[in-house]
C-alpha cells in the first residue's frame, strides 16, 4: 500500500527548532517530487517546501524562506523538513506528499495518499 508516514513533530518554544521525517511506505520515494505540507488550525493545508527527485531544485513558500530547509535521502527512502527559528504561525499538521513547484510556493500533486500528518505546536 502506498502510504507516507511523518514523524519528528512535537512541541517547542519561539525560536526553537524540530527536523521532520517523511519515510515512505511501499513505493520508491526517489520517483517522486516530495514536498511538506501543513495545515493550521482553522486553516487549509498549505505547501511549505517540495524538493526535486534527485535534490536538483527546492521550492520554499514565502514564510518559511530562510527559515526551513527540505532535503531527502534517497538511500533511505526518506524526506527531511529542518525548521528553525520557529514561530507561532507555524504550528499545525504537517504532512508530506508529492509536490510540484507554483509561481508563489507548492502545491499537491495528490499522487500519493496523505499520512496522518505529524503535531508541531510552537507556544510559549
Known amino acids: 500500500q502506498l502510504q507516507f508516514v511523518e514523524s519528528g513533530g512535537g512541541l517547542v518554544h519561539p525560536g526553537g527548532s524540530l527536523r521532520l521525517s517523511c519515510v515512505a511506505s511501499?513505493?520508491?520515494?526517489?520517483?517522486?517530487?516530495i514536498g511538506w505540507f501543513r495545515q493550521a488550525p482553522g486553516k487549509e493545508r498549505e505547501g511549505v517546501a517540495c524538493?526535486?527527485?534527485?535534490?536538483?531544485?527546492?521550492n520554499y513558500v514565502d514564510s518559511v524562506r530562510g527559515r526551513f530547509t527540505i532535503s531527502r535521502d534517497n538511500a533511505k527512502n526518506t524526506v527531511y523538513l529542518q525548521m528553525n527559528n520557529m514561530k507561532v504561525e507555524d504550528t499545525g499538521v504537517y504532512y508530506c506528499?508529492?509536490?510540484?513547484?507554483?509561481?508563489?510556493?507548492?502545491?499537491?500533486?495528490?499522487?500519493?495518499?496523505w499520512g496522518q500528518g505529524t503535531q508541531v505546536t510552537v507556544s510559549s
Open positions: 511501499g513505493f520508491t520515494l526517489a520517483s517522486y517530487n
Open positions: 506528499g508529492s509536490c510540484v513547484p507554483t509561481v508563489i510556493g507548492v502545491a499537491s500533486t495528490g499522487l500519493i495518499p
Open positions: 524538493i526535486s527527485t534527485a535534490s536538483g531544485s527546492m
